[in-house]
T-cell receptor, first 115, second 113 residues
Framework: KAGVTQTPRYLIKTRGQQVTLSCSPISGHRSVSWYQQTPGQGLQFLFEYFSETQRNKGNFPGRFSGRQFSNSRSEMNVSTLELGDSALYLC???WGTGEKKNIQYFGAGTRLSVL | ELKVEQNPLFLSMQEGKNYTIYCNYSTTSDRLYWYRQDPGKSLESLFVLLSNGAVKQEGRLMASLDTKARLSTLHITAAVHDLSATYFCAAGSLPGGYQKVTFGIGTKLQVIP
């Protein structure tokens, strides 16, 4: 079974640009969550989508947005990039059964560098 | 708002020794996760703990949960170099009926031969 796939793996952008990251969850998983990981802040929750609906949102500015498609694939978009947006962006999917329900399986991440 | 604190943040230990990583969370949570992250890699699920008194073991790692104290521990027995990684705990909360997972900042473990 294929794992969570994130593309691209690496991105270099300049301030003011926008970026779109993609995440394909494990087949059958309907929930996709996004996290920003930085050395100083650790993993911070961005948002979670389930069946194309955003169910939860973290404390990030409106420049960060996302969506989920009918096949559960998800994208996140960051507009007007700032230097502080440089981070590893991780996507995680879930929707198991029994006690493994809601265990999140993480992708390899997209490393974004903003210059 | 749920907050998750881990300690220590850094841990350097010799092979063969035992140690415990602590994870405190601030409000009621219905599940507690432990993850491992190797340098440059993504997160790997280790354990999920669902109820008070739950204990899970895998190899040299054992995790436990005390919901009354809002505390989970990850105990390392007879550490080996392969256990060197960053370990995260995460607590699940149910705002609006849907789960939101909050992570601790991680404990970087270095096992010295």
């Amino acid at each position: 079974k294929a794992g969570v796939t994130q593309t691209p793996r690496y991105l270099i952008k300049t301030r003011g640009q926008q970026v779109t990251l993609s995440c394909s969850p494990i087949s059958g998983h309907r929930s996709v969550s996004w996290y920003q990981q930085t050395p100083g802040q650790g993993l911070q929750f961005l948002f979670e989508y389930f069946s194309e609906t955003q169910r939860n949102k973290g404390n990030f500015p409106g420049r960060f947005s996302g969506r989920q498609f009918s096949n559960s694939r998800s994208e996140m978009n960051v507009s007007t990039l700032e230097l502080g947006d440089s981070a590893l962006y991780l996507c995680a999917s879930s929707w198991g059964t029994g006690e493994k329900k809601n265990i999140q399986y993480f992708g390899a991440g997209t490393r974004l560098s903003v210059l | 708002e749920l907050k998750v604190e881990q300690n220590p943040l850094f841990l350097s230990m010799q092979e063969g020794k035992n140690y415990t990583i602590y994870c405190n969370y601030s409000t009621t949570s219905d599940r507690l996760y432990w993850y491992r992250q190797d340098p440059g890699k993504s997160l790997e699920s280790l354990f999920v703990l669902l109820s008070n008194g739950a204990v899970k073991q895998e190899g040299r790692l054992m995790a436990s949960l005390d919901t009354k104290a809002r505390l989970s521990t990850l105990h390392i027995t007879a550490a080996v170099h392969d256990l060197s990684a960053t370990y995260f705990c995460a607590a699940g909360s149910l705002p609006g009926g849907y789960q939101k997972v909050t992570f601790g900042i991680g404990t970087k473990l270095q096992v010295i031969p």
